[in-house]
């Protein structure tokens, strides 16, 4: 599964192709040049038993810990931040909770004209609270900003130390207006607990008197963009005067990279895979993915 995400690999059967010829990729799973690969329905078992280990997140907690990589973190100094990721379901399967009509809509949530019937969806208002998607009903209707379009998706959400721009916590939720703020306490609280404050770094979405708060409240220093589009912000000059804030500011942005790597690279922008548990899985593990790939040029760069 690494390799499938190191190289961008589609899908488990385009893995096993691979293999069949590749040396290197029979080198790395230690098969032999005559030996017959997998079939790829082992992979969907496999991650069945993955998923029900928290395996993704052992995998990034085990990477991190490696002594070498241990020395590039910083303890005290990080930022998060959310990126969209799309679900593996089309517009047509959202569909009314409940049958407009007594006639209307079968249980398994299909209408005549095959997998892929017309649909029409001019005039009609459609919502999280009225509607769900019939091919993965986790998944929510969100829309980026202003004039954009909404789609199907879920929001993964990534902490990451400044020194080195490496992940140390990644989850993925179901998309809501408070999601990412929810995300960023639950992940940052780990870190929390030491005498001396940490910082945490985030954009202008995380602007939220509560917010603010709750992090100053579990000993957290809110390196927050100020959002002044409109009303006060909860950032004031006690936490914009010092160097340190300018510096969160500068390098929080590096977590994008990690986002574009998670989405292009590991084949993210939009999953493969239906449910919460598996996109979460999937998301975590394509996190652990991006350390191990950053780790050997920062370790050389340290030594």
Known sequence: MLLQVFYSVRSERQLMERLEFDLLFRWFVGLGIDDPVWDHSTFSKNRDRLLEGEI???????????????????????SVDGTLIEAWASMKSFR???????GG???????????????????????????????DPDARLYRKGPGMEAKLCFIGHGLMENRSGLIVDA??????????????????????????AVTLGADKGYDAADFIEELRTINVRPHIARNTSGRRSAIDRR???????????????????????????????????RGLPKVDWSFTFAAAAYNLVRAPKLIAAAT
């Open 56 to 78: 993704a997140a052992k995998f990034l907690t085990a990477v991190l810990a490696q002594p070498r990589v241990k020395r590039l973190l910083s303890s005290e100094h990080f």
């Open 171 to 196: 989850r993925l939720t179901r998309v809501s207006g408070h999601a990412e703020r929810l995300a960023a306490l639950a992940m940052i609280e780990g870190f929390a607990d030491r005498p001396r």
């Open 239 to 273: 936490t914009t005067r010092h160097p340190g804030y300018a510096k969160s500011q500068r390098l929080r942005k590096r977590i994008e990279e990690a986002f574009g790597w998670i989405k292009t690279v590991a084949g993210l922008r939009q999953t493969k895979l």
């Open 105 to 135: 809509m079968p249980e398994d949530g299909k209408i005549g004209g095959g997998r892929n019937a017309p649909a029409d969806f001019r005039g009609e208002k459609r919502s999280n609270e009225t509607h769900r998607s019939t091919t």
């Open 96 to 102: 009314p909770k409940e049958p407009p009509d007594a």
